[in-house]
């Protein structure tokens, strides 16, 4: 059965087309855009926050975004255990609104960073990795400024515990090593869960992943890993 | 009326990759002496109430949940009244 996803347009976005295309042209599913103004999630099984400079990044990434009427629409549908996919400035809203702890950072670089990296899946129980059947690495681009990864050390310590890192930038052969963090994040993280499982935040873009005609499809297994569990 | 003037700074246990790149401007500059720059944010507005304990509350909400970030950063502001 086809998955209806919405994703979220922001004054800003710029990667929303990009998940549109893929998941609706390359993964046969059904997609809205759902602007940010609204409060109805016009029953989405799925929602996307996608990349893009969402209020260009004025103050901190994402923190203007986070207070759009549709996050808290969002916050209620996360906490009823909805499925959401934070993607880059995605990601940066869900840890401004709180769904997602830690804080991103400038680059250690300074730099804006556009390239293809790789991602080594550190937790194969999630619904978003679950049915990945590769225990090769993930490749997919990152484009952003600030993915700098950082929280206090108790909330490192329970990300820990709890399983919630799902993935590290790696080698391409899966080595998690300084030599392959692009941006000076803690412990290479590039995603993270929640405890409940059900909402992502990744700063690499599996939607830019998806078309063969880009030379890559990895970012197709995350969200056939979704589809697939919740048609189950 | 008041205006308000807010004051954002890194926490110092934090890196701030920014301020060590603008340091390396001084140096360029022939500037040897300038060490541990830090940037942060100034912030000002005004907040339309007479009352300065109801402005203070007001401007702290703004800080704390908008205008700072306080897994990263801290805040001081300063309240100061207008006619």
Not at chain 1, 144 to 164: A, K, R, V
Request: charged share 25%; proline share 3%; aromatic share 10%.
């Amino acid at each position: 059965m086809k998955l209806k996803f919405g994703v979220v347009v922001f004054p800003g976005s710029n990667c929303d087309h990009d998940a549109y295309y893929s998941l609706r042209k390359i993964l046969d599913q059904d997609v809205k855009f759902l602007w940010h103004k609204d409060n109805d999630l016009q029953n989405c099984d799925v929602i996307i926050l996608p990349g893009g400079f969402s209020y260009g990044d004025y103050l901190r990434s994402g923190a203007i975004a986070r207070f759009s009427p549709i996050i808290n629409s969002v916050i209620d549908f996360a906490e009823r255990g909805g499925y959401v996919i934070g993607i880059c400035n995605g990601f940066q809203i869900l840890l401004e609104a709180g769904l997602l702890p830690g804080v991103m950072l400038k680059n250690n670089s300074l730099q804006f960073i556009c390239r293809d990296i790789y991602l080594s899946i550190e937790n194969y129980n999630t619904i978003f990795t679950n049915n990945i059947e590769t225990s090769k690495p993930l490749k997919m681009p990152i484009a952003h400024g600030e993915g700098n990864y950082y929280t206090d050390e108790n909330t490192l310590t329970s990300l820990i515990e709890n399983n919630q890192i799902v993935f590290k930038y790696s080698s391409n052969d899966g080595k998690v090593e300084d030599l392959f963090n692009p941006n000076g994040s803690l412990l290479n993280i590039a995603g993270i869960i929640n405890k409940r499982g059900n909402v992502l935040g990744m700063m690499p873009h599996p939607e830019r992943a998806c078309d063969s005609v880009l030379g890559k499809t990895d970012g197709r297994l995350i969200f056939n890993s979704l589809i697939q569990n919740i048609n189950n | 009326m008041f205006k308000a003037k807010v004051l954002i700074k890194r926490r110092l246990s934090i890196l701030d990759p920014q301020g060590q790149a603008v340091e390396k401007g001084a140096i360029h500059l022939g500037l040897n002496n300038i060490k541990e720059t830090r940037i942060g944010k100034y912030i000002e507005f005004l907040v339309e109430l007479d009352d300065e304990t109801k402005a203070s509350t007001e401007v702290d909400e703004y800080c704390r949940k908008l205008l700072a970030n306080p897994i990263i950063e801290d805040y001081e502001f300063h309240l100061e009244k207008i006619s």
